[in-house]
């Protein structure tokens, strides 16, 4: 006969205790996942994500139960890195390590963040040399281990160690070639240990290569040409002078190489924006004399890109007779000046640039009326992620009376940045696209589409995004055609 007690009892206990505690983390790990994809794809400003990630960060403290733990402390980091805090976002960055202390790249952006703001300089050198050592272990792309070298090398320059410096920033370059900022690094070693004109030669082809927007890559060239007088000024002001100049040249020789014609606008601010200009072409792509009824569309890229995104689509449009300007936006491609150099400025100042680029936008669709052979009530706008807001924008501000088209790619953002917007659009013909591996953006579009019949929604096979949608769907290229050409003819 079987006995049962107390005893018994309390084993039993424990057994169903230790069988509990896996099913308990499983629910945790899904509950955290859960929080963190809700916070990232929430509307929500700077400031508010990250309170929102710091709660998160305090309900979830375990990296065994909480698989976004290293990433959510690491996007603390940034943020304050960001504001100016540095000594916060170092503690964040360490705290990451601690969730995932063997991730090169981690360990990369710790060290880096050291060495840029030039503090704890020696743990900068101790975990960027554990980055370069598993980088290396683990076989890391050449371009990857180059980015890490330059970190390592930079905090030996910051640290004072400028031969062992300048060994790793001319290694980091060779692996990860072109790379400005690399480059930028090793200038400014080499300047340290008195190499002025090899500082010089990498500080002007910088600065060339960026259309002469930088100013600190300028400030470093006439610094350095002083050293040898005002000749020296003199003579390296007309080398800039007349790189930039072949650049322009290059600029307009590639536009007309590809049946396009190289416009230059000034901004409100005196911002120069750039664009290629497709005139409709007959079917055998010879220059067709226009009638005066022909439509006109702009197309905007995204962030991070150039009008080159959309020089497919405008040939197409082109060859279907009507007039195509494809437009760099401010701080992209040849839109660029010391007020907004790069992308990431422009991103920095989202809103400011935002409202900057819908004027450009606005700009550069009077000047599209203006064209002799454009009828200037047949106006259409294109455009990818957040290129195709500001298209959005602008159209709304030009829009005639009796017939516009309006086509968005894969929509950055989400939906309540589009409805004030397409409700002073009107009832006009308009088509949004997503590829269906993209949520965010078929999200978007779905939240659009249920509340104005006049939106067209699509999502397509695959996770392209933007102009790449068209490049391998021939169907979606047809019908971005027919909606242009069916609206603006």
């Given at each position: 006969?079987?006995?049962?007690?107390?005893?018994?009892?309390?084993?039993?206990?424990?057994?169903?205790?230790?069988?509990?505690?896996?099913?308990?983390?499983?629910?945790?790990?899904?509950?955290?996942?859960?929080?963190?994809?809700?916070?990232?794809?929430?509307?929500?400003?700077?400031?508010?994500?990250?309170?929102?990630?710091?709660?998160?960060?305090?309900?979830?403290?375990?990296?065994?139960t909480n698989p976004n733990l290293s990433r959510a402390c690491q996007?603390?980091?940034?943020?304050?890195?960001?504001?100016?805090?540095?000594?916060i976002a170092s503690s964040w960055y360490e705290r990451a390590l601690?969730?995932?202390?063997?991730?090169?790249?981690?360990?990369?952006?710790?060290?880096?963040?050291?060495?840029?703001?030039?503090?704890?300089?020696?743990?900068?050198?101790?975990?960027?040399?554990?980055?370069?050592?598993?980088?290396?272990?683990?076989?890391?792309?050449?371009?990857?281990?180059?980015?890490?070298?330059?970190?390592?090398?930079?905090?030996?320059?910051?640290?004072?160690?400028?031969?062992?410096?300048?060994?790793?920033?001319?290694?980091?370059?060779?692996?990860?070639?072109?790379?400005?900022?690399?480059?930028?690094?090793?200038?400014?070693?080499?300047?340290?240990?008195?190499?002025?004109?090899?500082?010089?030669?990498?500080?002007?082809?910088?600065?060339?290569?960026?259309?002469?927007?930088?100013?600190?890559?300028?400030?470093?060239?006439?610094?350095?040409?002083?050293?040898?007088?005002?000749?020296?000024?003199?003579?390296?002001?007309?080398?800039?002078?007349?790189?930039?100049?072949?650049?322009?040249?290059?600029?307009?020789?590639?536009?007309?190489?590809?049946?396009?014609?190289?416009?230059?606008?000034?901004?409100?601010?005196?911002?120069?924006?750039?664009?290629?200009?497709?005139?409709?072409?007959?079917?055998?792509?010879?220059?067709?004399?226009?009638?005066?009824?022909?439509?006109?569309?702009?197309?905007?890229?995204?962030?991070?890109?150039?009008?080159?995104?959309?020089?497919?689509?405008?040939?197409?449009?082109?060859?279907?007779?009507?007039?195509?300007?494809?437009?760099?936006?401010?701080?992209?491609?040849?839109?660029?000046?010391?007020?907004?150099?790069?992308?990431?400025?422009?991103?920095?100042?989202?809103?400011?640039?935002?409202?900057?680029?819908?004027?450009?936008?606005?700009?550069?669709?009077?000047?599209?009326?203006?064209?002799?052979?454009?009828?200037?009530?047949?106006?259409?706008?294109?455009?990818?992620?957040?290129?195709?807001?500001?298209?959005?924008?602008?159209?709304?501000?030009?829009?005639?009376?009796?017939?516009?088209?309006?086509?968005?790619?894969?929509?950055?953002?989400?939906?309540?940045?589009?409805?004030?917007?397409?409700?002073?659009?009107?009832?006009?013909?308009?088509?949004?696209?997503?590829?269906?591996?993209?949520?965010?953006?078929?999200?978007?579009?779905?939240?659009?589409?249920?509340?104005?019949?006049?939106?067209?929604?699509?999502?397509?096979?695959?996770?392209?995004?933007?102009?790449?949608?068209?490049?391998?769907?021939?169907?979606?290229?047809?019908?971005?055609?027919?909606?242009?050409?069916?609206?603006?003819?």
């Amino acid at each position: 006969m079987r006995r049962t007690g107390p005893a018994a009892g309390a084993v039993l206990l424990v057994a169903v205790s230790i069988l509990a505690i896996p099913a308990c983390e499983k629910t945790t790990f899904r509950d955290s996942r859960r929080e963190y994809q809700s916070i990232l794809s929430s509307s929500m400003s700077d400031d508010e994500r990250a309170r929102a990630l710091e709660s998160f960060v305090r309900r979830y403290p375990e990296p065994k139960t909480n698989p976004n733990l290293s990433r959510a402390c690491q996007q603390l980091a940034m943020h304050h890195a960001r504001a100016g805090r540095p000594e916060i976002a170092s503690s964040w960055y360490e705290r990451a390590l601690r969730a995932d202390p063997d991730d090169p790249d981690l360990l990369n952006r710790l060290g880096y963040h050291y060495a840029s703001a030039g503090m704890n300089l020696d743990r900068a050198v101790e975990v960027l040399e554990l980055a370069v050592r598993l980088a290396e272990e683990r076989n890391y792309p050449e371009r990857r281990q180059g980015m890490i070298k330059d970190s390592l090398g930079w905090a030996y320059r910051m640290r004072g160690d400028l031969p062992r410096a300048v060994a790793l920033l001319e290694e980091a370059c060779r692996l990860a070639p072109g790379v400005p900022i690399l480059r930028e690094h090793l200038a400014e070693t080499y300047r340290a240990l008195g190499e002025r004109d090899r500082a010089l030669e990498i500080f002007l082809d910088l600065y060339v290569e960026g259309r002469g927007s930088e100013r600190r890559h300028r400030e470093s060239i006439e610094a350095l040409a002083a050293i040898d007088g005002p000749g020296a000024v003199q003579r390296t002001a007309r080398r800039i002078q007349r790189r930039l100049q072949e650049i322009r040249e290059a600029d307009r020789r590639t536009a007309e190489s590809d049946g396009a014609t190289l416009v230059v606008l000034n901004g409100a601010d005196g911002q120069p924006i750039v664009g290629s200009l497709y005139r409709p072409v007959s079917p055998a792509d010879r220059p067709s004399k226009p009638p005066d009824d022909r439509g006109a569309v702009l197309l905007l890229h995204g962030l991070g890109s150039d009008r080159g995104a959309a020089v497919p689509t405008a040939r197409i449009l082109a060859r279907r007779g009507l007039f195509v300007l494809a437009l760099d936006m401010r701080g992209h491609g040849a839109s660029v000046s010391e007020r907004l150099a790069t992308p990431m400025q422009f991103s920095d100042r989202l809103d400011a640039s935002l409202a900057n680029a819908q004027q450009d936008a606005v700009l550069a669709l009077q000047y599209l009326r203006a064209l002799p052979g454009v009828d200037r009530e047949r106006l259409g706008a294109g455009g990818e992620g957040l290129g195709g807001l500001v298209a959005l924008g602008s159209l709304g501000q030009v829009a005639p009376a009796r017939s516009t088209a309006l086509v968005i790619l894969s929509p950055w953002g989400q939906a309540a940045a589009y409805r004030p917007l397409l409700e002073h659009l009107g009832s006009n013909s308009v088509l949004l696209v997503a590829g269906r591996d993209d949520p965010s953006s078929s999200g978007t579009i779905a939240a659009l589409a249920e509340e104005s019949p006049a939106i067209e929604g699509m999502t397509v096979p695959g996770g392209k995004k933007g102009f790449d949608l068209l490049r391998e769907n021939a169907a979606l290229r047809e019908r971005v055609a027919q909606l242009f050409t069916g609206s603006l003819r």
